[in-house]
């Protein structure tokens, strides 16, 4: 079938990466990588609808995107309750507008060895790292879908695809995530949905904290990593903006390892 001169007609440059007139709803997003991609996502262009439990740390961070120039409003609900979850942005799509972007960031970290995990905070890590992203991402996309498009970005790691001593039930979620992410696109894609992944390795976050201080895990982490470092959260921002623009309009169950080469490398 033969496409007409209007319908043949590509956005170019840095106008695949310009975010003006979007929504973007990022989870956990009052600090680390979270208020990062928040940021980065303000900065191309988009209105930012930050996400978190604690209502004093989303003002403060709402109050610094917005010195900075951005639109911001503060969504605060446990993504892990679904009740709360489907109040929240039902009533934030009837109340202030549709929801363009969805950034299911929220997570957490438990550091044990396997065999003394508590049951406990295994089922509260499932609920934070992946009921999350189903119960988010669901809520969100069934008014995407009425409305044929939209993007979701949830943010794996790199555990998806590698483990280490300690955290087998983390790297559980996050494989998870990117399966589920993998399933969100076969779903959704004909609805003008694109759901991908981002896999960051290690980052200097507040969730990893500990690891940046010891001094062990840091040397053994700069000779493990080809680029020889931690990453920098503002590393992970032009992946993000990439996979919330149009220049994505055919990337669709993808998840794209941000990580300096360690998930390549042995």
């Known amino acids: 079938m033969s496409r007409s001169k209007e319908e043949s007609v590509m956005v170019s440059g840095v106008d695949l990466f310009r975010l003006e007139g979007k929504r973007a709803l990022v989870t956990g997003s009052s600090q680390g990588i979270g208020y990062a991609l928040a940021e980065g996502l303000a900065a191309a262009g988009a209105e930012i609808v930050l996400n978190g439990r604690d209502e004093a740390k989303l003002s403060a961070a709402a109050d610094r995107l917005r010195d900075a120039g951005a639109t911001v409003h503060t969504l605060a609900f446990d993504v892990t309750d ?22 299911n960031n929220a997570g957490m970290q438990h550091r044990t060895p396997l065999e003394d995990f508590p049951p406990d905070a295994f089922e509260r890590l499932m609920k934070t790292n992946v009921t999350s992203v189903f119960l988010v991402g669901q809520a969100v996309a069934r008014h995407m879908i009425g409305r044929g498009a939209g993007k979701i970005v949830n943010i794996a790691s790199v ?108």
């Open 82 to 103: 679904a009740g709360s979850v489907a109040s929240a942005i039902d009533g934030f799509e009837k109340d202030s507008g549709a929801i363009d972007i969805l950034v």
């Open 159 to 266: 555990q998806t695809a590698l483990a280490r001593p300690g955290i087998a039930p983390y790297t559980a979620s996050k494989g998870a995530v990117g399966n589920l992410t993998k399933g969100m696109a076969t779903d959704w894609a004909k609805h003008g949905l694109q759901c991908n992944a981002i896999a960051p390795g290690y980052f200097e976050t507040p969730l990893n904290q500990a690891l940046v201080d010891d001094p062990e895990f840091t040397a053994w982490l700069a000779k493990r990593t080809p680029a020889g470092r931690w990453g920098r959260v503002e590393e992970l921002v032009a992946a993000c903006i990439f996979l919330c623009g149009p220049g994505s309009s055919f990337v669709n169950g993808h998840t794209l390892f941000v990580d300096g080469g360690i998930s390549v490398s042995l």
